[in-house]
């Protein structure tokens, strides 16, 4: 199993990408494999040599995770795993759990941690690439510990999308996706867990240190104009 030597994440939390030039970055290194046995299950014994780089991407509904997303993927070369795209893959699977995160996904809940965790582990562990993007996740301080109980790692960095609630909503409205939950009821109650759930997560990370603010208003390509330094700056890094 890999275990994180020394972590040191910017001295400076980034609100835009100006301050990024000014940040001191000290050299963040991982060993990239112990001499222990690798544990059972855990993402470090899937990255053969390679130190997994992990980004958490956070931000309400229709702030833009997904957009950004692919554009990191096009620059940097991420694995982009969305957590709710995985979700609703798995209620088109008819599997056991796609009826009831269906219900979850419909009421704007979160799904219990342990089903979310799982799936994205399994990408994980399929995946050739060890740069992962986990687009809306984790959206709970649960989901949070779950996914470090069940990993044993952190984030090397976090994405906040930073968007005012009124466009998040314009935006999920004009989407047009058939997504089941782009209705304003279910936006309304999704801006509500947002808030109540996801921003203690964003606050943990911001105390961290490990939290990148971006302005998510814009245009898509402005706003990637922000995100592109946040990566630039650890492209050594994390290759
Ligand atoms: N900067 C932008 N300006 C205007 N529209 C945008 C911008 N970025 C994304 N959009 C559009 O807004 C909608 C929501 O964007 P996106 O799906 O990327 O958000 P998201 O944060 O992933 O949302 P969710 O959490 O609901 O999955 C999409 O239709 C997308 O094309
Ligand atoms: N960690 C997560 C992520 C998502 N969900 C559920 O899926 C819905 C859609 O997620 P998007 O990121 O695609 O907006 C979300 O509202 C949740 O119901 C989840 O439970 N846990
Ligand atoms: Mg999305």
């Given at each position: 199993m890999w275990k994180r030597v020394a972590s040191l994440s910017p001295l400076i939390s980034s609100k835009r990408s100006s301050t990024l030039n000014q940040a001191a970055?000290?050299?963040?290194?991982?060993?990239?494999?112990?001499?222990?046995?690798?544990?059972?299950g855990k993402v470090g014994m899937f990255f053969k040599g390679k130190t997994p780089f992990i980004t958490f991407v956070l931000g309400g509904p229709g702030s833009g995770k997904g957009t950004q997303c692919e554009k990191i993927v096009e620059n940097f070369g991420f694995t982009h795993l969305s957590a709710g795209d995985l979700l609703r893959r798995e209620i088109t699977s008819n599997t056991e759990d796609g009826a009831k995160?269906?219900?979850?996904?419909?009421e704007g809940k979160i799904v219990h941690s342990e089903v979310t965790v799982k799936l994205i582990r399994?990408?994980?562990?399929?995946?050739?690439?060890?740069?992962?993007?986990?687009?809306?996740?984790?959206?709970?301080?649960?989901?949070?510990?779950?996914?470090?109980?069940?990993?044993?790692?952190?984030?090397?960095?976090?994405?906040?999308?930073?968007?005012?609630?009124?466009?998040?909503?314009?935006r999920v409205l004009n989407r047009n996706q058939g997504r089941v939950d782009d209705n304003i009821d279910t936006i309304r109650k999704r801006l509500?867990?947002?808030?109540?759930?996801?921003?203690?997560?964003?606050?943990?990370?911001?105390?961290?240190?490990?939290?990148?603010?971006?302005?998510?208003?814009?245009?898509?390509?402005?706003?990637?104009?922000?995100?592109?330094?946040?990566?630039?700056?650890?492209?050594?890094l994390s290759t």
């Open positions: 970055y000290t050299f963040k290194r991982f060993e990239s494999f112990t001499t222990e046995t690798p544990a059972q995160i269906l219900d979850t996904i419909k399994k990408e994980i562990d399929s995946s050739d690439n060890y740069k992962f993007l986990i687009d809306g996740f984790p959206r709970s301080e649960e989901n949070r510990i779950e996914f470090e109980r069940i990993t044993e790692a952190e984030p090397d960095i976090v994405l906040f999308f930073d968007c005012p609630e009124e466009e998040m909503v314009k509500k867990t947002f808030e109540s759930l996801n921003l203690p997560v964003v606050n943990y990370y911001s105390k961290r240190g490990k939290l990148y603010t971006i302005n998510a208003v814009g245009t898509a390509d402005e706003i990637f104009e922000q995100v592109r330094p946040v990566f630039a700056a650890h492209e050594e």
